[in-house]
Structures are given as structure tokens and as C-alpha cells.
């Protein structure tokens, strides 16, 4: 049975659908989460047909300083004295039916997680879907040169040796969840698969990040098997990298930092994802090390 909180305003025609999910709040470094999914809805020209009721879901007065409280309160635009836009917080399901593809941008709820996840579920029930991608990023040692790492968990062990294959590491860890895990664990009790995908970005660099949200779009559409042109965004990318070198140019400290991830990142892959190549060096007589 469908929540009260979701509304269904059309019903697009799918053959067994994927959904990708994409949140603000905590994993959403770089604003790579939402910054991946709004581009793919640019991008497939998806409609929006659903939208979650954000009442009941959120917390809106938080204590603490202004910074603090901002990540909580609705969005307003003020203008010689006359309000021009107060936002809640918005969750809603976009739709591509030629790509078979939901796509699900929202924020990440403080209370009612089993609420808002039956929403989710809902709308996976309604149009049988049969996998759920959640795209995420978090802060981490990774420079500004190089391509996001992906880490993944996901609901059925079997998904690992799918997944395996584009270069993926297996997350480990312990401490707080998000509603993320609780949707995945969730998945378990139904006939549902899920992938949770999350991308490193640099912990030096703030603000939204173009070049990791091109290169996790880039790696979802190759998931998905979509058909995009991303050569704006790989120019964004191109652009954002480069005013950033300059910048680090200018601070000696942080150049030399950077290179030292810069190995680190280089020698994981070398070691980890070409021990082929690397063997088959060392039989040669090369030295790789």
C-alpha cells in the first residue's frame, strides 16, 4: 500500500525499471550526489511525475550557530522587503521512458526513515522496479588530478561479482548509517537489488566539485547504458581542474601534499587494479618499483 506522504501525478510506461537515487545532506560532498542525478535529468529530458511530501520529515529549527542551523532551516529569497521564494525541502521522481530510468532527487530526511523509505518502495511496487543505484561522495585523501574512487556496498552478495568488474572497491566500515543502509539492508526482505555507489572527493577542495561530478556521471552512464553527450561537462571539468592547479601553484605546502597523493592514488591503482601488468613487467626485467 502506497504512503499518504507520495504523490503520483502520472504513471510513465516502463519494462522493468532502474531507479537512481541521488541526496543533500551528508553524503553529498562536492554536491556530487545531487550534482550527478540533476545532470542525467537535464540531460534524458526526464519529467517529474512523482514527489514525496516533505511535512514530517525534516527538521526545520536546529540550535546552534547560524552555519549550523542553515544546513537545516527551508531556503528563502528576500528582496527590498518582499519575499520572493520560500523552499521546503524538496524529494521528487523523475522519469526517462526511452532509458527505463527513474530517477529520485531529494534530501536526506532527519525523522520517519521508515516512512520515507516506504515511499521509495512504493514507487519501486508500482512500476516493478528491479534495481536501485544510489549515487554518493563523501570528503577523503584523493587529489584534485584524478579520477573519483568509487567505493560500493550493496544487498545480494551475488551484486559484488557484477560490480567488481568497473573497478569498485568494497567498503568497509563501522559507525553512524544513513538512510541509505537502511534502504539496503531493507532491500533484503524484498524483491529488490540495490548498489550503493560512493565517490571520494578531495577533503581540500570546498564548495560543488565539476570535475568529480563529471567523472561519477560518466561512470553512470555506463552503468545504466546511456546514451549521453558529456563533452560540456568534461569541459567544465577540464576548466575547474585547471584554475584549481593554479591556485594550489601558488601554496608550496599543499603543491607538495598533493603530489605525495597524487603516488599514493597512483600506486594503489598500479598495485591493486594492473598486478597483471606489473607481473608481467617484473618477468621482463622492468622494475616497477
Given at each position: 500500500m502506497a504512503s499518504e506522504k507520495l504523490k503520483i501525478y502520472k504513471k510513465p510506461e516502463f519494462d522493468n525499471p532502474r531507479l537512481l537515487v541521488g541526496l543533500s545532506g551528508?553524503?553529498?560532498?562536492?554536491?556530487?550526489?545531487?550534482?550527478?542525478?540533476?545532470?542525467?535529468?537535464?540531460?534524458l529530458n526526464a519529467d517529474k511525475f512523482a514527489e514525496i511530501d516533505p511535512n514530517g520529515f525534516y527538521i526545520y529549527s536546529f540550535p546552534g550557530s547560524m552555519e549550523l542551523t542553515a544546513l537545516f532551516r527551508p531556503h528563502t529569497k528576500i528582496t527590498s522587503g518582499l519575499i520572493d521564494t520560500y523552499e521546503p525541502p524538496k524529494s521528487a521522481f523523475y522519469c526517462s521512458e526511452k532509458d527505463n530510468l527513474i530517477l529520485f532527487l531529494g534530501k536526506e530526511p532527519n525523522l520517519r526513515w521508515d516512512e520515507f523509505a516506504k515511499c521509495i518502495f512504493s514507487i519501486c511496487n508500482e512500476f516493478s522496479v528491479g534495481m536501485i543505484y544510489f549515487i554518493g561522495s563523501i570528503a577523503g585523501l584523493v587529489p584534485h588530478t584524478r579520477e573519483p574512487r568509487l567505493f560500493c556496498s550493496v544487498s545480494k552478495p551475488e551484486l559484488k561479482e557484477t560490480f567488481k568488474h568497473y573497478g569498485v572497491k568494497f567498503t568497509n566500515y563501522e559507525g553512524p548509517a544513513s538512510?541509505?543502509?537502511?534502504?539496503?539492508s531493507s532491500c533484503n526482505k524484498r524483491d529488490l537489488k540495490m548498489v550503493s555507489l560512493i565517490a571520494t572527493t578531495p577533503a581540500y577542495v570546498q564548495g560543488t566539485n565539476p570535475k568529480c561530478i563529471e567523472g561519477v556521471t560518466r561512470r553512470l552512464v555506463g552503468m545504466l547504458d546511456l546514451e549521453v553527450e558529456l563533452d560540456d561537462l568534461r569541459n567544465i571539468s577540464d576548466e575547474f581542474e585547471k584554475k584549481l592547479s593554479d591556485v594550489v601553484q601558488e601554496q608550496p605546502e599543499l603543491e607538495s601534499n598533493i603530489h605525495k597523493l597524487e603516488?599514493?592514488?597512483?600506486?594503489?591503482i598500479f598495485n591493486n587494479e594492473m598486478g597483471a601488468l606489473k607481473t608481467w613487467l617484473e618477468q621482463q626485467g622492468i622494475r616497477v618499483d
Open positions: 551528508w553524503m553529498d560532498g562536492g554536491e556530487v550526489s545531487t550534482g550527478s542525478v540533476k545532470c542525467l535529468i537535464d540531460k538512510i541509505i543502509t537502511y534502504l539496503t603516488e599514493d592514488y597512483d600506486n594503489e
